[in-house]
């Protein structure tokens, strides 16, 4: 009964947080400087630890767990771009990632163009997604990804006050395009250098050919981290 009670109390909490968050997260913006942001774009590790795949997700949550699933079975770590809009309706996928040992960043919160928004209107998208993965985590997260890679200097400038570096991909498997196991895989693994960031999606055909990626990983020598621990953090 003691543990029922502290549960709903933390979720009550929580659901307080979310509400926080949609409502005023999205009202004005805070008054850093603008500072340099040179040292906070990643598009790969320049001391590599290993080989990082991302996955960008908004969608899909069965395909989440069986992505983290392959991934569990394989012993690789993996780096987590979570959507705020797809974040809230699915906390218990949120914290599972994180108890799994994989990485939780932000990918905004509702898949916007950050290339036309000015630094207040990326620091008003941005922010609500961090504010909301860390209260639901109970710790901070680092990363952001850019939806659709789509950036400017405001956002990595934005994303920089709000402590987080901005990571790209040096690769990009186009599984959200693209239903095509032998497409996928070829993009994820040819050619595959130490340090490289591996961009992915919750699709079906990306499920189909993670087990593959994996191996090719693994037979290869690399391992499979998450971007924080590649880049050192």
Not at 17 to 39: D, K, P, R, T
Request: hydrophobic content about 40%; overall charge negative; some cysteine.
């Amino acid at each position: 009964m003691k543990n029922k009670i502290i549960s709903v109390i933390v979720n009550v909490v929580l659901c307080a947080v979310i509400a926080s968050v949609c409502v005023v997260g999205f009202v004005g913006g805070e008054a850093e400087q603008v500072i340099s942001n040179g040292e906070n774009l990643y598009y790969k590790s320049d001391s590599p630890k290993g080989v990082s795949m991302m996955f960008n997700v908004y969608q899909n949550t069965d395909n989440v767990y069986a992505i983290m699933d392959l991934l569990d079975g394989s012993g690789a770590k993996a780096t987590f771009f979570l959507g705020g809009s797809w974040a809230d309706d699915n906390i218990d996928c949120v914290r599972d990632i994180a108890a799994r040992g994989h990485e939780v960043a932000s990918h905004g919160y509702f898949h916007k163009d950050h290339s036309k928004m000015n630094y207040e209107q990326n620091l008003s998208e941005i922010r609500p997604s961090v504010k909301l993965l860390n209260a639901m985590l109970g710790s901070e997260i680092s990363l952001f990804a850019p939806p659709s890679g789509a950036f400017c200097d405001a956002t990595v400038t934005a994303a920089t006050a709000l402590g987080l570096k901005t990571v790209m991909w040096s690769r990009d498997t186009i599984d959200w395009r693209d239903n095509d196991t032998e497409l996928v895989v070829t993009r994820a693994t040819k050619n595959l250098q130490n340090g490289e960031f591996i961009l992915m999606h919750p699709m079906d055909v990306t499920v189909k050919s993670l087990p593959r990626i994996l191996t090719y990983i693994r037979e290869n020598g690399y391992s499979a981290v998450t971007v924080s621990y590649n880049i050192g953090e």
